[in-house]
């Protein structure tokens, strides 16, 4: 009788200590089953009522999806509070699978065709701006050319000058020369931050 019952306490024993090596699986919803698929998230904005993101495969522009989340006070800020921690990104990542009401919308069809962006090629960067783009800095040099970044309501974009325009100096340029400059080529570079915002 001694022998069972020192058997039973055993196993009782035993089930305890595996009972505690047990973790509970990390909380899963649509935004958890995308990062499962590949997809990464490259921006995203929150506040106390919602979280806000675009998430993307790879560098492939083929699929964008735009992911949103009810947010309450209290989980913003502790989403908020990952902010100083080393593995930062990570930990954010693992708060919004736990997030309820999530919706993901397929907003690839936003991407601009390579004909729209050629259409400007040979307007200005005046042009550009009467088309509500914003011209957000430059990036070059006289001996390697400049190139002029503008993000619109949808897109934003790199934009190169016709061939044969010469910039000496940037700092010799008022913002009526740059929008006067000749448009000769245009890049996609990604969604606009004001769709994720939306």
């Known amino acids: 009788m001694k022998k069972l019952t020192a058997v039973i306490l055993l196993l009782i ?6 009972a505690c090596g047990i973790t509970k699986p990390a909380a ?34 083929d699929e964008i999806l735009k992911v949103t989340a009810p947010m309450t006070e209290k989980q913003y800020e502790e ?3 990952y902010f100083d921690d080393e593995d930062a990104d990570a930990k954010q990542m693992a708060f919004l699978g736990t997030l309820t009401g999530v919706e993901v919308t397929d907003i690839s069809d936003m991407v601009p065709a390579q004909e ?16 509500s783009f914003e011209n957000t800095g430059w990036t070059g040099e006289p001996e390697t050319g400049f190139s002029f970044y ?21 700092d010799d340029l008022s913002a009526n020369d740059i929008r006067a400059i000749e448009i000769g080529a245009v890049e ?11």
């Open 188 to 198: 996609f570079l990604g969604i606009s931050s004001t769709i994720v915002d939306q």
């Open 116 to 131: 729209e962006l050629d259409a400007y090629v040979g307007k200005t960067l005046g042009d550009m701006e009467a088309d």
């Open 13 to 18: 024993m035993v089930l305890a200590l595996a």
């Open 28 to 61: 899963k919803n649509e935004i958890t089953d995308l990062l499962d698929q590949g997809y990464e998230c490259r921006g995203w904005t929150a506040d106390e009522t919602m979280w806000r993101g675009m998430f993307l495969k790879g560098d492939s522009y």
């Open 150 to 170: 503008y993000d619109g309501p949808v897109y934003y974009c790199r934009v190169m000058p016709a061939e044969g325009t010469v910039i000496e100096d940037m």
């Open 79 to 81: 989403f908020n509070g």
